[in-house]
């Protein structure tokens, strides 16, 4: 039987570092099989949890349900937003000024327009005139077709009275 040296200078038979070397081996193998089961059972933990957080969050059919008024109080406001600032942007485009988000107006714009050709507007707008007073397609019409800016005459300034001069 062959004998090696260790660093201390013992002589430890060459057959019982192998059976070492493999028992060592086996008990790692054991511990990284144990490790990654244990991180798989986190994270699939962890991916229910999340799950079940985001299928809570997008169904906004039950939150409404549960809640009318405050989503239509919602939307109403979100639509009144987009909608001021989609006419700032029209307006600032008017006056000569193109923005990135004058851009983007124009862009949403287009793609409302194209959407209004897929609409059914034979059909709605009947119940629509009835309903609101106006013609959808009379005003789709309007907003497809661009106007030249105004041009206004500014008038002379006046003074006011009751000003005190210095």
């Known amino acids: 039987m ?4 260790t660093n201390a200078g013992d002589a430890v ?3 019982a570092t192998k059976e070492e070397l493999q028992q060592r081996m086996e ?23 999340v799950k079940a957080g985001v ?6 059919r039950e939150g409404f349900q549960q809640e009318p008024l ?11 937003a987009v909608g001021y600032t989609l006419g700032r942007a029209q307006k600032g485009r008017r006056r000569g000024k193109a923005s990135a988000l004058a851009t983007f107006a124009d862009g949403l714009i287009d793609e409302l327009k194209k959407a209004s050709d897929r ?5 709605l707008d009947p119940k629509a005139r009835a309903l609101l007073g106006f013609d959808i397609s009379e005003v789709l019409a309007e907003i497809g077709t661009e106007r030249p800016p105004r ?7 006046r ?8």
Not at 27 to 49: C, F, K, N
């Open 151 to 157: 041009v206004r005459a500014r008038a002379p300034k």
């Open 70 to 80: 405050l989503w239509s109080l919602g939307a109403l406001s979100a639509g009144f």
């Open 27 to 49: 008990a790692a193998r054991e511990s990284l099989s144990e490790t990654v089961g244990q991180i798989r059972d986190t994270v699939e933990e962890q991916y229910a949890s």
């Open 2 to 5: 062959t004998s090696t040296k």
């Open 119 to 123: 609409l059914p507007l034979l059909s």
């Open 159 to 166: 003074k006011r009275r009751g000003q005190r001069r210095r």
């Open 13 to 15: 038979p060459v057959a």
């Open 55 to 60: 299928s809570g969050i997008l169904d906004w």
